[in-house]
């Protein structure tokens, strides 16, 4: 038998090659996320109606701050919000993984939550909203709830996307 060779990593030294090694992967692909396994239809669709709930949080959360221009914790939602699209994007469908089966799924979960009439998304906001301690009777929260459904397809392309820089920007924007 052949000896194996010991190396010794120190923990920061281990965490340094992994992020090298996802830098070099990422830039291999363009930015692009690295996919998961594909998942049956179905199981797809749940983890997309599993994440989308987090998705309005924070989109509602990032825009209600811009149209009040209180910064408030802006930019900690921000980034909560670059996560979960970037976790939503990672998932495929096994089979055809074609971003219009991807979009249809998208609008079935949309539509199976009644998340184009503004309180549906109210039940999916408000508690994060009085949490916060941010009067969820103001009407720039109401516009919130309206902006959210009118701009439902910029959350859903971003996501399309599957890339970083893309999702990044898209959230810059809101």
Request: glycine letters at 4%; aromatic letters at 6%.
């Given at each position: 038998?052949?000896?194996?060779e ?8 281990l965490?340094?090659?992994?992020r090298?090694?996802?830098?070099q992967?990422?830039?291999a692909r363009g ?5 998961e396994?594909?998942y049956?239809?179905?199981?797809y669709k749940e ?6 709930p ?9 825009h ?22 970037s ?8 089979g ?5 089966k ?16 503004p ?7 408000h ?25 439902v397809?910029?959350?859903?392309n971003?996501?399309?996307?599957r890339n ?6 898209y959230?810059?924007?809101?």
């Open positions: 038998m052949a000896k194996k010991v190396i010794k990593l120190s923990e920061s030294q965490r340094e090659m992994i090298e090694s996802v830098e992967a990422l830039e930015k692009h996320l690295i996919m396994m594909p049956p239809r179905g199981v983890k997309i109606n599993n994440e989308l987090q998705i309005l949080i924070n989109w509602c959360l990032v209600y701050c811009t149209i009040t221009g209180e910064p408030l914790s802006k930019e900690h939602w921000k980034g909560e919000l670059r996560g979960h699209l976790t939503a994007a990672r998932h495929s469908i096994k055809n993984d074609a971003p219009e991807r979009q249809k799924v998208f609008n079935e979960v949309w539509e199976e939550n009644d998340f184009s009439i309180n549906a998304i109210n039940l999916t906001v508690n994060k909203f009085y949490e916060e301690g941010i009067d969820t009777k103001s009407d720039e929260y109401a516009t919130t709830l309206i902006d959210c459904i009118s701009k397809q910029g959350i859903f971003a996501i399309l996307s970083t820089d893309t999702i990044t920007q959230v810059d924007t809101i």
